[in-house]
């Protein structure tokens, strides 16, 4: 079956990096973009950017933009997320999710477990 | 930013039918692009509940139901369930920000 599974939670200080990995498994890894989406404790889900396995090109939210950086690794069929200069407000859990194409844009289908991230000093 | 606006919460009975609205814009819903609905159980990564127009994927019952009107989509759950008791998103693509947006979200409570 479809599937991604994610890199276990971590604990960073304020101003690192955190690097999450997201292993695709039931497809052909390259059809399919990989998309990250963020939600912070009780809020909503905020996506953050993309990556299209087959040719590596990425797109970021504005909102991200200076700090995400996506990659991937074809050889293993995995997609890593990369947010630098972490904040207390970056405390989340970071979720990949399939982007299917359907009515001229992606839906999400399926998603990893999630990964929780804590930013505290 | 929140260019898609839900009610923050729903309740109903046991078996009784609730709606979810999305409102949005003439740069996402408007402009045509696919919207979907997602649930998100307590603790639990998102599904795909509805995809673009009333589509449901395998496995999800056709308790759940998905309607568009110019700008805004709803998402109907008929029959309510204690298992529906979940948040609900809508998401689509806004050109304006050339980024995907998700709702505010609906916590749906079964009474």
């Known amino acids: 079956q479809v599937q991604l599974v994610q890199s276990g939670a971590e604990v960073k200080k304020p101003g690192a990096s955190v690097k999450v990995s997201c292993k695709a498994s039931g497809y052909i890894f390259s059809h399919y973009a990989v998309h990250w989406v963020r939600q912070a404790p009780g809020q909503r889900l905020e996506w953050m950017g993309w990556?299209?396995?087959?040719?590596?090109?990425?797109k970021s939210s504005q909102r991200f933009q200076d700090r995400v950086t996506i990659t991937r690794d074809t050889s293993a069929s995995t997609v890593y997320m990369e947010l630098n200069s972490l904040r207390s407000e970056d405390t989340a859990v970071y979720y990949c999710a399939r982007g299917v194409a359907v009515a001229g844009t992606d839906c999400f289908d399926p998603w990893g477990q999630g990964s929780l991230v804590t930013v505290s000093s | 930013q929140s260019v898609l606006t839900q009610p923050p919460s729903v309740s109903g009975a046991p078996g009784q039918r609730v709606t979810i609205s999305c409102s949005g814009s003439s740069s996402n819903i408007g402009a045509g692009y696919g919207v979907f609905w997602y649930q998100q159980l307590p603790g639990t990564a998102p599904k795909l509940l509805i995809s673009g127009n009333n589509n449901r994927p395998s496995g999800v019952p056709d308790r759940f139901s998905g309607s568009k009107s110019g700008t805004s989509v709803s998402l109907a759950i008929s029959g309510l369930q204690g298992e529906d008791e979940a948040d609900y998103y809508c998401?689509?693509?806004?050109?304006?920000?050339?980024?995907?947006?998700f709702g505010t979200g609906t916590k749906v409570t079964v009474l």
């Open positions: 998401q689509s693509y806004d050109s304006s920000l050339s980024a995907y947006v």
């Open positions: 990556i299209v396995p087959a040719n590596g090109n990425t």
